[in-house]
């Protein structure tokens, strides 16, 4: 209450041309202003992700929310694991010279994506496989079937297709919750599990190992 406080009469110190000083709020220094003879100490709340709570016309579609919402939190640990690889592959060719150590490196995500997501898809149902899919391209901006066919091979990707087919999945789907209506769902279920701690974010970082903002 405090701090909400602070904010509102530094926003009206701003409208009343008040005399900004330097003060102390807490032990730490800061701006204040200057307010009738008293010193009012500047203080910022942290920001806050105001997330809606879902809301249902009828109990089939409350089914499928919990149902949708089951999938995402049961694969986006798959996705996110398949981007913070991806970025650390990243990170280590950027700053790597030696043509062994490089292929090295690219051998060792290959094989992560064999052992870890074969595996994973074969045990999934198909809409499970399928938001698996999209929450990947989510996390490296490629589908995976570019995945497969940049870091292993384009047979190997067409050879994923093909079986992906077999269980409807189709593994050059991509994220767009700006277009899809389900898609849509799907980011505000994470957004939802981010800021309820459900889930934990992936930090997308580049090359330099700094954040790089989505796209």
């Known amino acids: ?12 110190a701003l409208l009343l041309g008040a005399q900004e000083v330097p003060t102390t709020y807490n032990g730490q220094n800061g ?3 200057v307010i009738e003879g008293d010193t009012i100490p500047w203080v910022f709340l942290d920001e806050i992700l105001v997330v809606d709570k879902p809301t249902f016309t009828d109990v089939e579609a409350r089914k499928r929310y919990l149902l949708l919402r089951r999938r995402v939190m049961k694969v986006y640990p798959y996705a996110k694991a398949a981007g913070e690889r991806l970025d650390s592959l990243n990170m280590r060719l950027a700053k ?5 150590k490089r292929a090295k490196y690219t051998k060792q995500y290959q094989d992560f994506l064999e052992q870890r997501f074969e595996a994973e898809l074969r045990k999934l149902t198909r809409s499970e496989g399928q938001i698996l899919c999209k929450l990947v391209y ?15 091979n384009w047979f190997t990707a067409v050879g994923w297709s093909v079986t992906g ?10 994220y767009e919750p700006s277009e899809n209506q389900e898609d849509a769902l ?7 599990a981010f800021a309820l701690g ?9 090359v330099n190992g700094t ?5």
Not at 96 to 100: D, M, N, Q
Not at 198 to 206: A, I
Not at 211 to 215: C, E, F, I, V
């Open 1 to 12: 209450m405090r701090r909400l406080l602070g904010l509102i009469l530094f926003c009206g």
């Open 31 to 33: 701006q204040g202003s």
């Open 96 to 100: 790597e010279k030696s043509a062994r």
């Open 138 to 152: 989510r996390e490296t901006n490629q589908t995976v079937f570019q995945l497969i066919r940049e870091y292993r």
């Open 165 to 174: 087919s077999w269980y409807d999945i189709n593994i050059r789907k991509e």
């Open 186 to 192: 799907i980011e505000k279920i994470l957004r939802r």
């Open 198 to 206: 459900d889930l934990k974010e992936r930090v997308p970082m580049d």
């Open 211 to 215: 954040l790089k903002p989505r796209r």
